[in-house]
C-alpha cells in the first residue's frame, strides 16, 4: 500500500516500506527555500533523504517528526501534519550566523507523481500561458522523467502565436516550465532537440546594428536605422527573403535553420527571478544559432526539477544577432530531456555530431571569452582525462571561438573543437546516462 493512500486514515502501516517523493518549500525571513524530499516508511518507522542528507523519525497517525543531520553535524528538525498529498509544518534549524541559537521557519510540502509504468513517453503540451521570468516559483507545465520527449509549441519574441495572435507579453515569453523528476543541484540536464519546425509563413526583424558592433563612425550613419522588417518565410523551398524588398536586396533571400533563443533551467537559492531577456550559468536568452534540430544543450541544475523553459524561436540567426531581432518567429518544437547525475558543469555546453562548444556569457567580450574557454578546458579534463598542459596543446591547434549574442544586456562568446580532432582519444565519461 502506498504511503499517500494511507494519509486520510489513522490505520497502522503494514509491514512494508513505502517511498514517496516530495517538493519541501519552506519560508526563509519571506523568501521560499525548494528542496527534494525523498521519504520511506516502514511500521511507522520514517527513513529517507532531504536535499542529499539522511532523515530519520517517526510517524504517529497523521504527524510526522524526523530529524535531519547534514554534512557538518548541523540537526535539522522536522514536525508537520500530513492531509491528502501535501503536509505542512515547522522546522527547527541552525540560525545561519549564530551556531548557538536555533530558529524556526514554517514549511509545506507536495507530493510528487510517480513514474508511469513502461518506456520513456513521448508527451504533446499546448500551452496556455507564458513566462517572462525564468523563475523557480513559477508552478510546473507538466512533470517529464528522464527518457521523456516533449512535443511543444514556442511563441515569437513579441508574444505572438502561429495565427498571429498576441497570446503574450513581449519579451521573449518562454514554454513551461517542466519540472524533470530527480533532478537536483548538481546535476547536469540534457536536452536533446528532435524536431524545431516552423508553424507560420512569416518572422519579423528590424534594420538595425547593435551599438557593440558599431565604430564611432558608424555609429554617426545609423540614426534612421531600427525599422521593422517583415519577412516571408517560404517553408517548402526552405528561404526566407523580406517582403517588402527593393534595390539590391529586390531577390535577396537565405537558407533557414530553425533555432531556439531561449532555453533554460531556474536559477539557483539567492538569484531572483530573472527576465527572459538575460542569460547566466543557468542558460537563459542565449541567441546561439548552434541550438538546432540535432544537436544536445546541456545545463546545469540549480533547483530541484531544473524547471525548463524555452522559447525565442528563430528561422535563422546570424553570429551577435546584429539586428536585435533574428527573424522572430514561432516554431513547433520536440525535446527529449535526460539526466547526467552528480556532474555539475559551471556554464552550457552544445554538442553537435561534429563539435562540442561551451558558451560563455558575461557582460563583456573579454570576461566571455575567458568563460568559454575555461569552460572547454574543464569539459576536455572531465570527459577525456586530458591534463591542463594537453588541454592547452590541443585548444592551441583546434579551438574556434564565435559570437553567439551581442544584442542582450550580456554578451556571449562560444569556444568550439570538432570531434575529429578528439576522435584518438579515449572518452573518460559518457555524454549522458
Sequence with gaps: MRLHA???CLLPLPAVAAATDWLVVSDYWGNP????????????????????????????????RY?????????????????????????????????????????TARRLPERPAGPPRTIDYAPTSWSNEFSPHRAPALTLWPGD?????????????????????????????????????????????????????YADSLDMIVGRAQSVRLAGRTAEL??????????????????KADGKLKHFEVPLRPMLGGLAVA?????????????????????????VEGNTV??????????????????LQGDGETTQYALETSMDVELTVDLIRGKPIPMPRVESPTQIMTLGQAGSLDEALRQATAGLVLWLQQDYG????????????????????????????????????????????????
Design 386 to 433: 586530458l591534463s591542463l598542459s594537453e588541454s592547452a596543446q590541443l585548444l592551441g591547434t583546434s579551438v574556434q571561438y564565435s559570437v553567439p549574442n551581442l544584442a542582450g544586456r550580456s554578451v556571449g562568446v562560444a569556444a568550439k573543437i570538432d570531434k575529429a580532432r578528439l576522435a584518438t582519444l579515449e572518452r573518460a565519461t559518457a555524454p549522458a546516462s
Design 33 to 64: 527555500v525548494y528542496q527534494p524530499l525523498h521519504l520511506e516508511e516502514q511500521d511507522g518507522k520514517l527513513a529517507g533523504i532531504f536535499d542529499g542528507d539522511p532523515l530519520s523519525g517517526e510517524r504517529h497517525g497523521r504527524t510526522l
Design 267 to 291: 536559477p539557483g537559492f539567492g538569484s531572483a527571478p530573472i527576465s527572459t531577456g538575460d542569460t547566466g550559468s543557468f542558460g537563459g536568452n542565449m541567441d546561439f544559432n548552434e541550438i
Design 149 to 201: 520527449t516533449i512535443r511543444t509549441k514556442t511563441i515569437d519574441s513579441g508574444g505572438v502565436d502561429e495565427r498571429g495572435v498576441t497570446v503574450a507579453l513581449f519579451g521573449n515569453p518562454q514554454t513551461g516550465p517542466f519540472y524533470i523528476a530527480g533532478a537536483a543541484p548538481g546535476d547536469t540536464l540534457a536536452v536533446t532537440i528532435r524536431r524545431l519546425q516552423l508553424n507560420r509563413d
Design 6 to 8: 494511507l494519509l486520510l
Design 67 to 107: 530529524h535531519v543531520t547534514d554534512a557538518h553535524g548541523a540537526r535539522y528538525t522536522f514536525e508537520a501534519r500530513l492531509q491528502g498529498d501535501t503536509f505542512s509544518g515547522s522546522a527547527e534549524v541552525p540560525d545561519p550566523n549564530d551556531a548557538q541559537r536555533r530558529v524556526t521557519h514554517r514549511f
Design 226 to 243: 531600427g525599422k521593422p522588417v517583415r519577412w516571408t518565410l517560404d517553408r517548402e523551398r526552405g528561404v526566407g527573403y523580406p517582403q
Design 298 to 315: 546541456y545545463l546545469p541544475v540549480q533547483q530541484p526539477g531544473a524547471l525548463l523553459y524555452v522559447g525565442d524561436a528563430h528561422a
